[in-house]
T-cell receptor, first 113, second 108 residues
Framework: DTAVSQTPKYLVTQMGNDKSIKCEQNLGHDTMYWYKQDSKKFLKIMFSYNNKELIINETVPNRFSPKSPDKAHLNLHINSLELGDSAVYFC????????????FGSGTRLTVV | DAKTTQPNSMESNEEEPVHLPCNHSTISGTDYIHWYRQLPSQGPEYVIHGLTSNVNNRMASLAIAEDRKSSTLILHRATLRDAAVYYCTLYNFNKFYFGSGTKLNVKP
């Protein structure tokens, strides 16, 4: 059983399209995150939700909108995709806010052409 | 945003210990030091974390300098499966600050 699962694993789409990435965790964690990993392998936090409430919203274009229907799911919707959105997007979850490890999903490689 | 600096790459022989260094000279008193590793085409995997004292777990050991401005991840006996990118990160207020990591190559 995969602890944090993301779908799809690969996503190729044209500029201007709208797409969604889904994430589900079966660990019973109360906090979920979206991270973006660029071509230089830097990982940067985008959003964090705790029990369906948005607690972190980094400087991300408002074309990106997270949605958490329940604490086990955190989806990422992206409007009007641009070339610069091409990256690997990782979902993660954790139980406690301070000083505990995250469990990451295996990533979604988004390519905008 | 990156608050940690690590060597871009290191090499080790199988079955030998590996010491992966990390500098975090701007660390604040409430920052935890975490280490993650990332295998190709996978998400980062938690390795170990600490605040002030050295830590051991089944995967590795973490040695933290007394002034907390640097730390070292120690793999006691490297295996081929340990070949990955190792990230030293600082954790505070629910956020990780990831640097560019060290790519560890393990030679048989």
């Amino acid at each position: 059983d995969t602890a944090v699962s993301q779908t799809p694993k690969y996503l190729v789409t044209q500029m201007g399209n709208d797409k969604s990435i889904k994430c589900e965790q079966n660990l019973g964690h109360d906090t979920m995150y979206w991270y973006k990993q660029d071509s230089k392998k830097f990982l940067k936090i985008m959003f964090s939700y705790n029990n369906k409430e948005l607690i972190i919203n980094e400087t991300v274009p408002n074309r990106f909108s997270p949605k958490s229907p329940d604490k086990a799911h955190l989806n990422l919707h992206i409007n009007s995709l641009e070339l610069g959105d091409s990256a690997v997007y990782f979902c993660a979850s954790s139980q406690e806010r301070l000083g505990r490890g995250y469990t990451f999903g295996s990533g979604t490689r988004l390519t905008v052409v | 945003d990156a608050k940690t600096t690590q060597p871009n790459s290191m090499e080790s022989n199988e079955e030998e210990p590996v010491h992966l260094p990390c500098n975090h000279s701007t660390i604040s008193g409430t920052d935890y030091i975490h280490w993650y590793r990332q295998l190709p085409s996978q998400g980062p995997e938690y390795v170990i974390h600490g605040l002030t004292s050295n830590v051991n777990n089944r995967m590795a050991s973490l040695a933290i300098a007394e002034d907390r401005k640097s730390s070292t991840l120690i793999l006691h006996r490297a295996t081929l499966r340990d070949a990955a990118v190792y990230y030293c990160t600082l954790y505070n207020f629910n956020k990780f600050y990831f640097g560019s990591g060290t790519k560890l190559n393990v030679k048989p």
